[in-house]
């Protein structure tokens, strides 16, 4: 019996072995990574099934990753999802420390994930995102449950350096309307983060049907939206000391992108922040700054 599967141990563990997967069996992968919060409602059958595959392309996925079928899996990934939630965080045993012990710990684990994260990323990846940045006609920003934090910091900083910047976060539910306007022209920017929402594979693939790059922000190391992006920047979020993930390294790596995009259109961003200060003196709408 394995240890208990996480998320991203699963997503490292197909993403080890994906280039050596049958077509079948990556059909599957793609499955598995898209519906991992769905999983335990299915049978083998019935996955393989969903996937377009056979029961023994299945069978073999599942030895692949190392499980002696798909019952040992699901069982690895059911003690999984309820370690995931901050509830199963709650209830494991943590040794008594002051409050400044405490607030120390949690720093260091920031910064250890910024550490850990300041070279994963290839420049040629960063080249690309602010590429395809600086060309979109538009870029739409999205990113649910967690991932809006995220989402919603990129799209404030963006829209500062550059227009048409808007958000498909939409509480009354108006995807459809405002995806109506994008083109092949647009830009997505996907936040995702764990816990995973189910309504971001769809929107993306429906961002793709009228055309649009997706460019797309997550922890997973290797997921079926990943995949499917013209470009992606991974930033861990995992924090095992914490009730909550940490989305130190995702905001960091917005600011960054939107401080180099300022500086690839420098003449027009300085032109639009001028702007921007004169509508402020305008309106009054800001404390003066000592």
């Known amino acids: ?42 049978s083998a059958t019935e996955l393989a099934g969903l996937a377009g595959t056979s029961k ?10 190392g499980y002696a079928g798909y019952d040992e899996f699901r ?8 370690q995931q939630s901050p509830l199963a965080r709650m209830e494991q045993p943590r ?24 070279e994963s990323i290839p420049e040629a990846q960063l080249e690309a995102a602010i590429a395809m940045l600086v ?21 404030s900083l963006l829209a500062q350096v550059r227009g048409e910047v808007g958000s498909l976060n939409d509480v009354a539910g108006r995807e459809a309307d405002l995806l109506a306007s994008a083109s092949e022209k647009d830009v997505l920017l996907a936040v995702d983060f ?3 929402s189910t309504r971001l594979p769809r929107l993306l693939a429906a961002a793709q049907a009228v055309g649009a790059q997706t460019l797309v922000l997550t922890d997973a190391p290797v997921s079926a939206l990943a995949m499917q992006a013209q470009v992606v920047l ?55 700054q000592l």
């Open 1 to 42: 019996m394995h240890d208990s599967l996480n998320p991203s141990t699963l997503d490292a563990r197909i993403r080890h072995v994906y280039a050596q997967l049958s077509s079948a069996e990556r059909k599957l992968a793609d499955m598995v990574l898209t519906r991992q919060r769905e999983l335990l409602g299915y």
């Open 56 to 65: 023994s392309s299945a069978a073999r996925f599942f030895r692949s990753l």
């Open 75 to 82: 069982q690895a990934l059911r003690a999984a999802q309820l």
């Open 95 to 118: 040794r008594k420390r002051s409050l400044a012990q405490q607030f120390q710990s949690h720093l260091q684990a920031d910064a250890s994930l910024l550490n850990a994260w300041a």
């Open 135 to 155: 060309r979109a006609r538009k870029v739409w920003v999205v990113g649910y449950r967690h991932s809006h934090l995220t989402a919603f910091y990129a799209q």
């Open 194 to 196: 764990r816990r995973r």
């Open 234 to 288: 991974r930033c861990g979020a995992s924090s095992p000391q914490g009730l909550f993930d940490s989305y130190v390294c995702a905001v960091s790596l917005v600011n960054f992108l939107a401080s180099a995009l300022a500086q690839q259109q420098r003449v027009p961003t300085q032109e639009r922040l001028e702007r921007i200060e004169r509508l402020h003196v305008a309106l009054d709408d800001l404390e003066p």
